[in-house]
């Protein structure tokens, strides 16, 4: 008997040794993860070394989780499998905004604001207006969407990351669209930033020669009655980084222009000093 | 662009990302992990919610994990994938005995113990001799060869589970093979148990309505100068769970006969109760 047959044989074993699971589709999901898992080990010819600093390194992995931090995430992201799982379930979106990773900073609740509201509280960045409108795939605004915006600030820290410098919801808000599907609020650019690296993901990180960082952007999660809601980003054109994200998110679609605009009479519609910075895209939804 | 497209690119750009890698090994084992676990949500279309779900199992996996507990290699265990990576190490190995996994039990030292003596150190189990010879593959015996050997008793329980009820070193034994490579030990046959399943991987052996026992068996680590160690189990025949070990580790080279003896001499010469039980197996060795 081969160690060859041996090694499929053991496979095997362990796919029958589930076939009574009840769930039927989570027997299809660990026949499936046993199998790459096995090929993996044996195509690699895997040593016991090797596995035993794998378990080590998703051990650490494990245990440097807490209530407001995500390792595995975070492993998931810089691997691509957020948006591997992300792509392979936007199939028949086409025509509507492309979506991307929710991202680990989703994690408080962004404050209702008035339209036209400045997010960023504290000042200090390049002043900006975002602009568009949230309209259906037809075409039809789509009044009443609610937009929900976050963002870094133009150090590339989140409020939470920044308690000390930063008030709560700076560089967030819950915006409601208006009657013509419109929606608009004040801001700083964001700045790219380095995903955290002083956990186990930084480690693999740095043994393989690559950078932390993410390019400047601005998270969006539009809902609108009767549609499918849509997580994704903007991101901001000429931003380091754009074609290598640490976590594999950017799409084309989605870098937009935060065009340098000179227009006193705008700028006094918006509330905002003369020149700024104005982003302006529209968010379409599609039909649930 | 379609998403399968995408999808697919979006794998080589993770590959890609390592390429400046130092060590070549692990590149090539990240890319081969990489490439196996996006195929694997790929080919399932692994959803968000699972993939959420999965996220959650592994991060308690990790948090079960402490200093005597490695639910990490529990895991390992239950997928196959320890015995696998054993598996595909013992090429070349043939004509020697076959090895197994070390299992999570060989955590405290054995105690030193001379030839004969008896490891069951509290009794109400079934007496039992071991003996054997440690042998070259070509024949010549191995004296000096330190043969490591650990048990659970007839409960199912080892010394470290049992505090209270077993005494440190009950079912341990370090022992060192005579100028002809024998050895011999008194214990009593140990008994079928189950792994531990008061954490992640116990959920997952209920939500795969899998058992939790490994058939009853000795383990041993036998090391001698110039030869590569083996580490195994012998199995006792007719054991319960011969056929559906947790952890698949059984190998039919390694199921021994603990034969019933009715020799009132032998049992004298083992200072032993007769009838007793007695199993009769060789260890042989490789030439490193």
């Keep these: 008997m081969t160690t060859e047959f041996t090694s499929h044989h053991l496979t095997e074993a362990v796919v029958d040794s589930i076939e009574a699971t009840a769930d039927p589709r989570l027997r299809e999901l660990l026949a499936a993860l046993t199998r790459h898992l096995h090929a993996f080990a044996r195509e690699s010819r895997l040593t016991q070394q ?31 499998v957020s948006m591997l799982v992300e792509t392979i379930n936007s199939d028949g979106r086409a025509g509507a ?29 390049e002043p900006c207006v975002v602009s568009g409108r ?39 808000g819950l915006f409601t669209a208006d009657a013509e599907g419109r929606f608009w609020f004040r801001t700083c650019v964001p700045s790219p930033y380095p995903i955290p690296t002083d956990g186990p993901v930084g480690d693999l990180l740095r043994a393989t020669a690559r950078h932390p960082y993410r390019p400047a952007h601005i998270h969006f ?9 849509v997580t994704t ?3 901001v054109a000429g931003s380091d980084h754009l074609d290598s994200d640490a976590v594999f998110a950017v799409k084309p679609s989605l870098v937009q222009d935060f065009t340098t605009t000179d227009d006193p009479s705008l700028a006094r519609e918006f509330g905002i000093p003369n020149p700024f910075r104005h982003a302006r895209f529209d968010l379409v939804l599609n039909p649930a």
């Design 233 to 235: 980003h903007i991101f």
């Design 221 to 229: 999660i539009a809902s609108a009655v009767g549609h499918t809601p």
């Design 50 to 80: 090797e596995w035993e600093r794998a378990i080590g390194f998703l051990t650490a992995t494990g245990q440097t989780c807490t209530d407001t931090r995500q390792e595995f995430v975070l492993l998931s992201d810089v691997l691509g």
């Design 97 to 125: 905004t492309e979506s991307t990773v929710l991202g680990p900073f989703h994690m408080t609740e962004s404050p209702v604001r008035e339209l036209g509201a400045n997010i960023d509280l504290v000042g200090g960045g």
């Design 134 to 172: 949230v309209l259906s795939r037809n075409g039809t605004p789509l009044p009443g969407t609610v937009v929900d915006v976050w963002q870094a600030n133009d150090q590339g820290f989140y409020d939470v990351q920044q308690p000390e410098v930063q008030p709560p919801g700076n560089g967030r």
